[in-house]
């Protein structure tokens, strides 16, 4: 078995270990999953089955994922992941959290010198990754990419259960373009650049802009998925006095704040407002603004892949590969003057 981590690396790093529904919680009697194998007192004379005697049993798992407190998206993808990848369905869980794609890689790599079998990867940014990838498969620890793509041979790792952001980019901008509007002077506030998500939604506009004379880019700066961040840059556009009509925002929570600015500044938006106002994730609340006709438009991003990645490992552990080394998310985007409540109420994260 490889060597356990570090003392130096658990102060310095914070890796959280997570049971069924559990956060971060590494002390309380439910959440025994990983503190079993290191910290008996947690578990007491527990029944046998919730032991850490049964932590030889279990898949131990490296996760690798993005800050909880992101977004809404992340909350619900993190959620997911742990009701997952929990003792009672097989798994010791090692979690790692962080929007800093250098801080993932080096979690990543303490994993890989640890003792995992599996590394789950939704990394902050697409690049850097290969020496990651190739030490896992050198220590034969399968790697399977969730929720975002990253540049890499795809013989380093096993699956990609991902969302396609390239599509979620092209279907908002299609529907903005059916809004059939004579000039479309657009606020564009990006996600943390360089991430999947990020490069799939601007793509499509970036394209589509470069393409039509009277589509305009009034702004594009990123708010790092921060709804504070996108109400200053909103804001910087109205008091300078620019005009625009179209607030482009890579996430619900960067839309939440842009549409702040615009009340604060007494702009109208939404259906039949002076300002159409654009999304994505599906937030519940963000879909019942949608409903409400605050908002114009909400693209869907999946969070919730963490079954199918557990049917991924279930299937290698009996020695069977996955069917298909790329999983595509089903997502679709939802309209103000269509959406329903039974589409909320289906669809809200």
């Given amino acids: 078995m490889k060597k356990l981590l570090s003392l130096a690396l658990a102060l310095s790093m ?40 049964a932590a030889g049993d279990l898949i ?19 959620a997911d992941f742990e009701r997952v990848f929990c003792e009672d369905n097989g798994y010791e869980a090692q979690n790692f959290y962080s929007l800093n794609n250098d801080e993932q890689i080096a979690a990543a790599q303490q994993m890989i010198q640890g003792d995992i079998d599996y590394l789950l990867l939704s990394a902050a940014a697409t690049t850097g990754w290969d020496s990651v990838l190739q030490d896992a498969q050198t220590n034969g620890i399968q790697v399977i990419l969730f929720d975002r793509t990253v540049d890499a041979d795809e013989s380093l790792y096993v699956a990609s259960v991902v969302s396609d952001m390239a599509k979620e980019g092209e279907t908002a901008v299609n529907w903005l373009t059916e809004q059939g509007l004579d000039e479309y002077n657009i606020i564009h506030i990006q996600g943390t650049m360089g991430s999947a998500a990020q490069v799939g939604r601007t793509g499509a506009l970036d394209t589509k802009v470069e393409a039509e004379a009277n589509w305009n880019i009034v702004t594009q700066q990123t708010a790092d998925w921060n709804a504070e961040t996108a109400q200053q840059i909103v804001q910087s556009v109205i008091d300078a006095g620019t005009p625009f009509n179209v607030v482009y925002a890579e996430n619900d929570n960067m839309a939440q704040g842009a549409v702040a600015a615009l009340d604060k500044a007494n702009i109208t938006h939404g259906v039949d407002g002076d300002v159409i106002v654009m999304g994505f994730d599906c937030n519940k609340w963000a879909l019942e603004e949608l409903l409400a006709g605050n908002w114009n438009y909400d693209g869907q991003c999946n969070p919730f892949q963490a079954d199918t990645i557990d049917g991924i490992i279930k299937g290698l552990e009996a020695g069977n590969a996955p069917a298909e080394k790329t999983i595509i998310m089903n997502e679709v985007g939802f309209d103000a003057k269509t959406i329903t409540q039974a589409d909320i109420d289906a669809n809200g994260i």
């Fill in 60 to 78: 131990k798992v490296g996760i690798i994922n993005n800050d909880p407190n992101e977004s809404g998206y992340r909350t619900a993808n993190v």
């Fill in 14 to 53: 914070t890796f959280a270990l997570a049971a069924c529904g559990a956060t971060a919680d590494t002390t309380a009697p439910a959440d025994d999953g990983d503190a079993a194998a290191t910290e008996p007192a947690d578990t007491g004379d527990a029944a046998p089955a919730d032991t850490g005697d």
